[in-house]
Each structure stands twice: as structure tokens, then as C-alpha cells.
């Protein structure tokens, strides 16, 4: 596989660090393009079914052109799958161009598929997504831990290869998400037997899923502050990113759920470690449609899609530092 | 949307039990393809990376003609996503013309993604993969709980609206998938407040993700057998499928381990209802290639690959006649 310099950092962690420090803020754009919602001048397709191919040519050129608009002012992006799958595999080609586009443009790139399968399942998974020289080349993806820990294996083992991540669901920041996250665990009394794993009674199955995370990402860290494993924590927990923050030394923190789904700047200053990293705060509907809303329909209209974007990354920027306190007042910092 | 004729079935849990009643068989055969064990004629890409398109174009071959031999014996197939995903965008676009194919040959598709994501990101996965006239084309998809019964609505209303289905992983066949799935769970004491859920407490994980399943399938299914929701639940666990089958009534099982994975036809008995209906048995690897085991290299050798492919099914709806009983003695039955 192909190596960056050797003055470059290689491993996942080091890497993130190093894109986030260069960007001066911990800023994720999301990536969540949907076709009724483009700008009128990029929607070329006729709507309905049957232009599918068209459709997904559109949200490819609005991917690539809004990653031009972020690329001076972030780090990292995460394109949601989903929003490319939906327009059938015409929308998978466009996938691959936006995340070659995004490595391009020297973001790091979190392909957000919270995939989860079991065994050989799993490693295609893992072999397919992860890595530079993998045909989707994400740095990282997201994982779903339903399937439990054989089923992370596999990727946790690819990523390590590939000096590439994998974000593993801890809590979600949907309202439903504590349904089953939420509630309190204990292993069934098999005779004595496992009580060996007792410590972890009454643990709320997050943080259950967390104590799993932290034992990857302290065997992945190899000695480094982070390892290889992250956990997805939502914004709209405040609380719970305080103890998942403590619960989870050794691993970077996802932490979506800010902006339009209502998690504030000041609420995520937990999810960061005293150096101001170690957690990576994603937005990406009021980034990628701020065309729409005020303040930025009335300044810049739809025409001038693209400094909405910009402007609304850089009013996120500035929430961030105030919200988060002094760990990046000084705004961009240089090596 | 296109609508067969009024003399059809029209539900997801119609049509599924009319592929299965008129195959004579609930075996699902799962389309697995790994490049590396192609048959050797079928291989006519370099290997390594550098020729994922041409690697993937043939497992799309492979999968096209596995499906002609299979298509005459069982009603129901179930590409894995993860398979194709591995070979990059190419892989997606074979993907899809695989679901094409087995379509065209009449076959019932359950597309193995175990999707599961929140609000409109669901949303978009159910739009673009659920229906005839969506660019995947599945009837069904599997999806994973782990985010709460509000990232499996959005999935719920487009499988109803379309008359697709839904399997939710409720209890998987891996070696760990009672790591989180068999944890024994409580609602947290919130001071009262979530009383009226105590019911609940002390089931197992995987039992309450059942609980919720049985409540989708009851609803969907609109004073008819079967719901438009299912469940995913695994032949490793004999046990479990007894008391699961009772817990969801409403619900179709696919029930996945069967053969390499070291499930029984003996032990998937419990899935069925009364009429042999209710559940479907899936084998993927074992069939796959069968060409490359015994009795069936011997027999066929690898140039023969399909016939082998064939006799594997054939001897594995055996097996399952014999395991299940009386319920599918008579072998194929006419409408």
C-alpha cells in the first residue's frame, strides 16, 4: 500500500490529530446530499423515478462542489451512505468520486455506513471500505455493535492493517436511540460461571458497548493516546458525553447531532481531552443546505450556494470556540 | 408503481408465502460470492487490487448463473451486500443487476444490508432499496435495532407502503452475538415514570427486540397472518427459535446458520407455524460452493459447478423435509 512521507503521521489517530490541528477546530462537515434539496441551477435531472442515473450525477456535483467550499476550512468530512445508495448504484459511483475528491482536497474522510456483520461478513465489509488502496478509501467508517464483539473484530483488525479507524454507535443522538441503549444490563446468572464479568452489572447497555470500545481502542493505541477504535456518541447527551469521555480514555469521540438536530457548542466540550482533542463534532444539514435558512438565504441567495456553505462553517467554527472555551482560540493553527 | 395482476398476491407476507408454498421449500439460498473461490473459468480478472471492476463483473457471472440453477428449486434468495460492496462501486452496479436477474427468474429478494440509521437517513436506505421501482429492486432487507424503534419506523412505512418487508436482527447466529443480545436488561428507575414498561424487565436484550418486532408485524399485518416486519434469528440457537417463534406470531423468521455456520435442519423445526409456513431457512456458503466439498467435487468436478450447485439444493431441501417433518413431505406443491 502506498505510504504517505515519513515525517507524515501514519497511523489513524495521528493522522486525525494532525488534520484537526492543522484545521484549528474539530469541526466534521457532513455530507448528506439529497436531490430535492440541491440548488435549482445543479438540479439537471427531471424529477420522479426512472432518473436515477441523472439524479445521483447532480448530487455528486453538489458533493464535490461543496467539499471545495469546506476543504479550506475543516479537517474532516463524513458522507452519509445512505444519501448515495438511495439513488441505486449510480449513487455508489458518485460515493467513490466524493470520497477520492474529499482525499484530494486533504481531508480526512469517515464514511458514515454503520455496517455490522458477522465473521468473513464483516472482513468484506472492512476490506472493501477501509484504506487508502480499498475501492471506497475512507479513513474511517462507522460501526453498528448489535452483533457484538466477534462481529467488530474483523474490522477493528483491517483498520489496524490500514492504519484506518472504525467509530463504533455508543449512544445515538435520536430520541428514540435510548430504547434499548438506555436500559440497565446484567449478565444472566449461568451458574457461577460468568460471574467473572459481574463488574459490569448494571451498566446501561451503552456503557457496556463503551467499556468494549475503550478495551479495543487501548489494545489498538499501541502506547499512543488514541488507538485505532472510536465510539459515536450524540451531541444531544450532554451528560452522557461527560462519563463516555472518562469511560473512553483511549478513544476518539464522533459526535454528531449538532445544529439542526439540536445539540449546542457548549454542550460538547466534554467529548474533548485537555489538549483539545480526542473528539470530532459533525453538522451537516445546517452546513450543507445554509442556502436555505436565514441568516445566509438573505445574504447570499441561491445563486451564491457555496459561500452559504462556507459562511455557515465558519459561523460553526466560531460557536465551536466559544462553546468549547480556549482549546482552539486561536483559531487556525500551524505546524 | 407497477402492480401484478389482482389475481397475485400483493403484501410482503403474501407474496413470501406464496414463493415458498409454490417452490415446495423454505430454503433461501444466500448469494455469497468471493472472488477467490470462483470457479477457475470464471476468474478472468487479475487478481490483486488495481482490478476491482474486472473482479466484479465476475462475481456478477458467478451470482447470474448460480441463480439460473438455483431459481427452479427455491423460491426465495438473499444477496449480501457486503460481498459486492467489497468490490467498490463496480461491485454495486452487479449488485443490482443480480437482484435484476433473480427477479426476472421469479424469485422472492431479501437484500442482507442490515441497514439501521435515524430519521430521514433511514428513510433514504428504506427509499432507495425497498420495491420494484426503487433502483435496487429488493422485496425485503434486513436492518439492525440497535437505534430504537425510531430509526426502524421510517423503514416500516416504506416496506408498507410498497409492500416490501423488514427483518430485524433480533438474534444472531455468531459465536458472539450474546455478548449485548443475551445481557438480561431493565428500564432504569426514572422515579416512576417508566412503571407501565416493567413488563419488560428482565428480558434478555434479544427478547425485547423481539417484543418490538412482534408490535411492527401485529400492526402491519392488518388482521392477516404476517406482518410486513420480520426477524432475523439464528439456526445456531434451537432453543431460542422455539420461544421466539411464539413471541412473534406475526412475525416471518429468517433464520440464517444453516449448514457451514453448523445449524441443523432438525433444529430450525420450532421457526415453522402450523402450516409449515412462518420462517424461512437460509444457506449460503454451503451452496455457493458446493462445487469445491464432497460429495459434490467428486461428482461434478469443478467445471460442473452449477449442477453441483443444484444438487446441493436439492439434497439441503432434503434434509429440511426431513428435519421439519410433515409440513413440506410432498415435496414441490402446485398452486
Same mark, same amino acid.
Given at each position: 500500500?502506498?505510504?504517505?512521507?515519513?515525517?507524515?503521521?501514519?497511523?489513524?489517530?495521528?493522522?486525525?490529530?494532525?488534520?484537526?490541528?492543522?484545521?484549528?477546530?474539530?469541526?466534521?462537515?457532513?455530507?448528506?446530499?439529497?436531490?430535492?434539496?440541491?440548488?435549482?441551477?445543479?438540479?439537471?435531472?427531471?424529477?420522479?423515478?426512472?432518473?436515477?442515473?441523472?439524479?445521483?450525477?447532480?448530487?455528486?456535483?453538489?458533493?464535490?462542489?461543496?467539499?471545495?467550499?469546506?476543504?479550506?476550512?475543516?479537517?474532516?468530512?463524513?458522507?452519509?451512505?445512505?444519501?448515495?445508495?438511495?439513488?441505486?448504484?449510480?449513487?455508489?459511483?458518485?460515493?467513490?468520486?466524493?470520497?477520492?475528491?474529499?482525499?484530494?482536497?486533504?481531508?480526512?474522510?469517515?464514511?458514515?455506513?454503520?455496517?455490522?456483520?458477522?465473521?468473513?461478513?464483516?472482513?468484506?465489509?472492512?476490506?472493501?471500505?477501509?484504506?487508502?488502496?480499498?475501492?471506497?478509501?475512507?479513513?474511517?467508517?462507522?460501526?453498528?455493535?448489535?452483533?457484538?464483539?466477534?462481529?467488530?473484530?474483523?474490522?477493528?483488525?483491517?483498520?489496524?492493517?490500514?492504519?484506518?479507524?472504525?467509530?463504533?454507535?455508543?449512544?445515538?443522538?435520536?430520541?428514540?436511540?435510548?430504547?434499548?441503549?438506555?436500559?440497565?444490563?446484567?449478565?444472566?446468572?449461568?451458574?457461577? @460461571? =460468568?460471574?467473572?464479568? /459481574? !463488574?459490569?452489572?448494571?451498566?446501561?447497555?451503552? %456503557?457496556? *458497548? #463503551? $467499556?468494549?470500545? +475503550?478495551?479495543?481502542?487501548?489494545?489498538?493505541?499501541?502506547?499512543?493516546?488514541?488507538?485505532?477504535?472510536?465510539?459515536?456518541?450524540?451531541?444531544?447527551?450532554?451528560?452522557?458525553?461527560?462519563?463516555?469521555?472518562?469511560?473512553?480514555?483511549?478513544?476518539?469521540?464522533?459526535?454528531?447531532?449538532?445544529?439542526?438536530?439540536?445539540?449546542?457548542?457548549?454542550?460538547?466540550?466534554?467529548?474533548?481531552?485537555?489538549?483539545?482533542?480526542?473528539?470530532?463534532?459533525?453538522?451537516?444539514?445546517?452546513?450543507?443546505?445554509?442556502?436555505? @435558512? =436565514?441568516?445566509?438565504? /438573505? !445574504?447570499?441567495?441561491?445563486?451564491?450556494?457555496? %459561500?452559504? *456553505? #462556507? $459562511?455557515?462553517? +465558519?459561523?460553526?467554527?466560531?460557536?465551536?470556540?466559544?462553546?468549547?472555551?480556549?482549546?482552539?482560540?486561536?483559531?487556525?493553527?500551524?505546524?
Amino acid at each position: 500500500m502506498s505510504r504517505p512521507d515519513s515525517a507524515m503521521p501514519t497511523t489513524f489517530a495521528a493522522r486525525l490529530a494532525d488534520r484537526v490541528t492543522h484545521a484549528g477546530t474539530p469541526l466534521c462537515v457532513g455530507i448528506d446530499p439529497r436531490w430535492d434539496m440541491l440548488p435549482e441551477a445543479l438540479r439537471t435531472a427531471d424529477a420522479g423515478a426512472g432518473f436515477f442515473a441523472e439524479q445521483a450525477a447532480d448530487i455528486g456535483t453538489f458533493c464535490r462542489e461543496l467539499i471545495d467550499a469546506v476543504a479550506p476550512l475543516v479537517g474532516v468530512v463524513k458522507p452519509q451512505s445512505a444519501f448515495f445508495e438511495q439513488w441505486g448504484p449510480a449513487g455508489m459511483v458518485e460515493l467513490a468520486r466524493v470520497v477520492e475528491h474529499a482525499r484530494a482536497a486533504g481531508l480526512f474522510v469517515i464514511l458514515d455506513v454503520k455496517r455490522g456483520d458477522i465473521g468473513s461478513t464483516a472482513a468484506a465489509y472492512a476490506e472493501g471500505l477501509l484504506g487508502a488502496d480499498s475501492p471506497w478509501g475512507a479513513d474511517a467508517i462507522t460501526v453498528n455493535p448489535y452483533l457484538g464483539g466477534d462481529s467488530l473484530d474483523p474490522f477493528v483488525e483491517v483498520a489496524t492493517q490500514r492504519d484506518a479507524g472504525v467509530f463504533v454507535l455508543v449512544k445515538t443522538s435520536n430520541p428514540g436511540g435510548g430504547q434499548f441503549q438506555d436500559l440497565s444490563t446484567a449478565a444472566p446468572d449461568s451458574g457461577g @460461571r =460468568e460471574r467473572a464479568a /459481574s !463488574r459490569l452489572n448494571g451498566l446501561l447497555l451503552y %456503557e457496556r *458497548v #463503551a $467499556a468494549h470500545v +475503550e478495551e479495543l481502542a487501548a489494545t489498538t493505541a499501541g502506547g499512543e493516546a488514541y488507538g485505532a477504535v472510536g465510539a459515536v456518541v450524540g451531541a444531544t447527551y450532554p451528560q452522557q458525553l461527560t462519563e463516555l469521555r472518562q469511560a473512553m480514555p483511549h478513544a476518539w469521540l464522533l459526535v454528531p447531532g449538532l445544529g439542526s438536530q439540536g445539540g449546542a457548542a457548549e454542550d460538547v466540550k466534554a467529548a474533548f481531552d485537555t489538549s483539545g482533542l480526542g473528539a470530532i463534532i459533525n453538522s451537516s444539514r445546517a452546513i450543507n443546505f445554509a442556502y436555505r @435558512r =436565514e441568516p445566509y438565504l /438573505s !445574504r447570499y441567495g441561491e445563486a451564491r450556494w457555496q %459561500e452559504a *456553505v #462556507a $459562511a455557515a462553517t +465558519e459561523d460553526t467554527i466560531e460557536e465551536l470556540k466559544e462553546g468549547v472555551g480556549s482549546l482552539f482560540r486561536s483559531g487556525r493553527q500551524l505546524h
